[in-house]
């Protein structure tokens, strides 16, 4: 039975409402918007709050105490936690834990700068987003390449083809030298993974890089109950179990991949 969050003295309309208020009225800032769970349609209980600002480049910097001190308002901010620069997706992000939100409900604020034209907002990979406020029509959805895309995924599944049976037998070298934990980690990283990835590839493939994220909306139901095991390995003869059926299960999903229907799945709405 799953365990529901403790009522707390904010909540997710509260914090929503202060940074619309504190942001919108800005004449350098553009839009304001979610993602994450909002843009799939899965908030729930346990959803944090995923929010990307447009904001003048010259302006970003500010942007950050402006909407520090509209939490504040709320609740004193009991952690706060700056990506550092350069961020792997080339916009600043903060992440913030308010005293009286309770652990599950971060924040997770994204300033974009203007002139960046990259926003998260192709459709394919990061979902709908919940758009607050849009002044100059910044969240205007922006094109997936399926042609680059599947030029890029055909490289990746013939490199992961190679990788995969260059590193197979990993798992069982450590595993003949009585290191589990090391052996895990190679089942982890050189079988699954690559496993996971090209049945993401036929069945999500603008995600095919989210690795597990998403897996449980991504993959269909009977192949999720198949890869759990894989995850949850209890001693060496479970994962020399694992490593074979992996094993297998890598070889009928690249057997299987239909790049006609990988590009219907890159097109759609």
């Not at 799939?40 to 709050?49: E, K, Q, T």
């Not at 203007?114 to 192709?122: D, G, M, R, V």
């Not at 197979?168 to 589990?180: I, Y």
């Not at 992996?246 to 799945?265: C, K, M, N, P, Q």
């Amino acid at each position: 039975m799953l365990e529901m969050p403790v009522s707390t003295a904010v909540s997710r309309g509260n914090i929503l409402a202060a940074v619309r208020a504190a942001v919108e009225p800005l004449p350098y800032v553009h839009a304001l918007w979610e993602g994450g769970a909002a843009a799939f349609g899965r908030v729930d209980a346990w959803s944090d709050i995923d929010l990307q600002v447009d904001v003048d480049d010259d302006h970003v910097g500010e942007i950050f105490g402006i909407v520090e001190r509209a939490l504040e308002s709320l609740s004193p901010i009991a952690l706060r936690l700056e990506v550092p620069q350069p961020t792997w997706h080339g916009h600043h992000q903060t992440f913030y834990r308010l005293r009286d939100a309770g652990e599950f409900l971060l924040v997770d604020f994204v300033a974009i700068l203007h002139s960046n034209p990259n926003k998260f907002l192709q459709r394919a990979i990061h979902g709908s987003p919940v758009v607050h406020f849009d002044k100059t029509g910044v969240t205007s959805p922006e094109p997936l390449d399926a042609d680059a895309m599947i030029k890029m995924l055909r490289a990746r599944v013939a490199s992961l083809a190679i990788s995969r049976e260059m590193f197979r037998s990993f798992p069982d070298k450590e595993l003949n030298r009585g290191n589990l934990i090391e052996a895990v980690a190679f089942f982890q990283g050189q079988i699954l993974r690559p496993l996971v990835e090209v049945l993401r590839i036929i069945h999500a493939p603008a995600r095919h890089n989210f690795h597990t994220r998403y897996i449980y909306y991504d993959l269909p139901a009977d192949t999720v109950r198949e890869l759990e095991p894989m995850f949850l390995i209890a001693d060496a003869d479970a994962l020399r179990a694992a490593c074979r059926q992996a094993s297998r299960l890598f070889g009928e999903t690249l057997a299987a991949i239909d790049w006609d229907r990988v590009r219907e799945r890159l097109s759609a709405p």
